[in-house]
């Protein structure tokens, strides 16, 4: 029952009168520097209180923007004093792999990053990096994260009630087979 328990304090924090607050500060710091996505709070938020869903995707969208101008200012400026630290993560390769994807389609890569698996923050300081246009940045980047975060509130208003009766049911098999998927991904990176 640990999971049906964490999903009910979720949803308990998700209706909390700071929740909007949290999502904000969250998304700006998902998009440059902290590995959780803001998904994980806007979902639980959308199904509590579906008739803010619009709204509390127009924050995370907003918020996760200005932390992704925070991250490219961090790469433009603070690369140098960054790299190192980067180096010795797991998030080097993936900051490899964003540095092609710029070279390859510059700018437009913003678009997709949204969606990617490797994590916003990297594509933000490596726009940042790679002297992007910060015009053009912005721009895609409310395009990209507003395209995921709209869809997944829309998604969660329409179907929520019925994704949430399943997901009562499901939770703790949810919970542990997700304990299982992550020591797997910890597994795999370890060994590489």
Same mark, same amino acid.
């Given at each position: ?18 929740? &909007? ?13 902290? &590995? ?30 200005? /932390?992704?101008?925070? /991250? ?46 490797? &994590? ?7 726009? /940042? ?9 912005? *721009? ?19 179907? /929520? &009630?019925?994704?949430?009766?399943? *997901? ?25």
């Amino acid at each position: 029952m640990m999971f049906a328990k964490l999903y009910a304090k979720c949803m308990a924090s998700a209706g909390h009168e700071n929740a &909007p607050k949290a999502l904000c500060i969250l998304s700006f710091a998902e998009s440059s520097f902290f &590995p959780i996505p803001p998904d994980v709070m806007l979902a639980p938020m959308v199904i509590r209180v579906p008739s803010k869903a619009l709204y509390y995707a127009f924050l995370c969208t907003l918020f996760s923007v200005l /932390g992704g101008v925070f /991250g490219y200012l961090m790469g433009y400026f603070a690369f140098d004093m960054l790299s190192e630290s980067l180096r010795n993560s797991h998030y080097w390769s993936h900051y490899l792999q964003a540095r092609i994807w710029f070279e390859q389609w510059g700018i437009w890569i913003i678009l997709i990053a949204g969606f990617s698996p490797i &994590p916003y923050k990297l594509f933000t300081i490596t726009a /940042g990096v790679m002297t992007q246009s910060v015009l053009l940045f912005v *721009l895609f980047s409310f395009f990209g994260r507003g395209a995921r975060f709209f869809l997944l509130a829309g998604l969660l208003k329409h179907f /929520g &009630p019925k994704f949430e009766s399943i *997901l009562l049911r499901y939770v703790e098999w949810l919970g542990w087979f997700m304990v299982c998927l992550l020591g797997i991904g910890l597994v795999i990176m370890s060994s590489n």
